[in-house]
């Protein structure tokens, strides 16, 4: 259950153990560390050792469940499985404090949405306390479980879609090369990706020429992460540093630009990693369709634009270290490093996590559901009837 078939998972879930793979080591070191309390589920998530909206999402599903399959096999029962008030009572507590981990990606908002949904259920139909715990192992499974469908539906639908746009434009849709920000495959979801599954789709149906990448500073989670993916999926790729997309749109030849989301706005105003904006508006300037791929439950349409979408700001010595191994002698495990490469007692840095990219520079948002594209002379989509 839960196990996803990919090489890098971000997690391994089964009846009695939660491991994620720490990011925080990668590319050099693969370490799981098991997750055994909500005090590590919430640290793993607020410190990045996990991250990814879908991924964060599922962790945090994935850590109830364990929680509660543990608590039924306990003897005697713990208090709170007296009755199914006082597991209410209890999982409400969780799911508040996990919700705080991190506040950009809705995702995790909306999978412990979910679970209050599913607990509210049970007192609804006066469920006795077992039934009532089992409907929400289940519920928080199914966060996790659904994941991987639905990426590689909007891989394909996004991948089906450019090949088509490409032909529009004269093209003939093969051999397409594509640039994606920050890291959105498997290790940021329960498996296969979103942006990331939509270059891999291109690769499997050979219309993939080459995936291109921005390093994605200060956390890289492309030169760490993306990198990685590519070369385990044996995908032609190109990183790029964050400065040279430019240099990028003006001397090669680039399809597209497919970026992930944490959250999209009502009239689709969309917050990703930082650095998506400056992509965005450099694919305007070169006329490159710019493609949002995320699922369903990314998109919040309690919030009608960007401006109203809270943005995490990393704590500002994120900004001014380097997670990898000591150079060279990359090949031994030990020589993990983090490395300060700014002057020591640094002020006044600024580390927002996301940026926003106004509706009007994006061309279509991809979810399992279709690909959403603006009304003719509209700078803003209509995404009511997607979710
Ligand atoms: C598959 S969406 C991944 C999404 O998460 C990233 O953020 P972070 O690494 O800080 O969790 C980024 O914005 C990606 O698009």
């Not at 990814?52 to 850590?63: H, K, M, N, V």
């Not at 199914?84 to 991190?102: F, W």
């Not at 397409?176 to 149906?205: M, P, R």
Request: glycine residues 6%; contains cysteine; negative net charge.
């Amino acid at each position: 259950m839960s196990q996803s078939p990919f090489t890098l998972q971000s997690f391994k879930y089964s009846d009695d153990r939660l491991e994620i793979l720490n990011q925080l080591l990668l590319p050099h070191t693969i370490e799981y560390v098991e997750i055994n309390s909500v005090e590590e589920a919430h640290d793993a998530i607020k410190s990045m050792k996990i991250r990814g909206a879908p991924a964060i999402a599922s962790l945090a599903a994935l850590y109830v469940a364990l929680y509660l399959k543990r608590s039924l096999n306990t003897a005697p029962a713990p208090k709170f499985l007296a009755s199914t008030e006082s597991l209410v009572a209890d999982i409400t507590t969780i799911l508040d404090y996990l919700y705080t981990a991190r506040p950009t990606a809705v995702n995790l908002g909306a999978a412990m949405r979910r679970l209050h949904q599913a607990l509210a259920a049970s007192l609804a139909a006066a469920e006795d306390v077992q039934s009532a715990t089992r409907r929400l192992i289940k519920e928080a499974e199914d966060v996790s479980n659904e994941d991987v469908g639905r990426n590689k539906e909007m891989a394909r639908l996004g991948g089906e879609w450019l090949i088509e746009q490409v032909k529009q434009r004269g093209g003939d849709g093969k051999e397409l090369n594509v640039l994606t920000v920050c890291n959105t495959g498997s290790l940021a979801t329960s498996g296969y990706g979103t942006a990331l599954g939509l270059i891999t789709y291109l690769h499997e149906i050979r219309h993939l020429d080459k995936a291109y990448y921005t390093q994605t500073a200060p956390y890289h989670q492309g030169s760490r992460l993306t990198a990685l993916e590519l070369q385990t999926l044996q995908i032609p790729s190109v990183m790029i540093c964050d400065t040279m997309v430019g240099s990028l749109f003006q001397h090669h030849s680039i399809h597209a630009v497919a970026v992930g989301a944490d959250r999209v706005a009502k009239n689709g105003d969309t917050a990703n990693k930082i650095g998506t904006y400056n992509a965005a508006v450099l694919a305007a300037r070169h006329n490159i369709p710019f493609i949002v791929v995320a699922p369903v439950s990314t998109v919040d349409l309690d919030v009608p634009d960007g401006s109203r979408i809270p943005i995490e700001h990393r704590p500002p010595v994120e900004a001014c270290i380097i997670h990898g191994a000591l150079y060279p002698g990359i090949e031994d495990d030990k020589a993990q490093a983090v490395v300060m490469f700014t002057p020591k007692g640094l002020t006044g840095i600024y580390n927002p996590s996301f940026d926003v990219t106004p509706a009007e520079l994006i061309t279509a948002i991809v979810t399992e559901k279709g690909v959403a594209v603006k009304k003719e002379g509209e700078q803003q989509f209509d995404l009511s009837g997607i979710v």
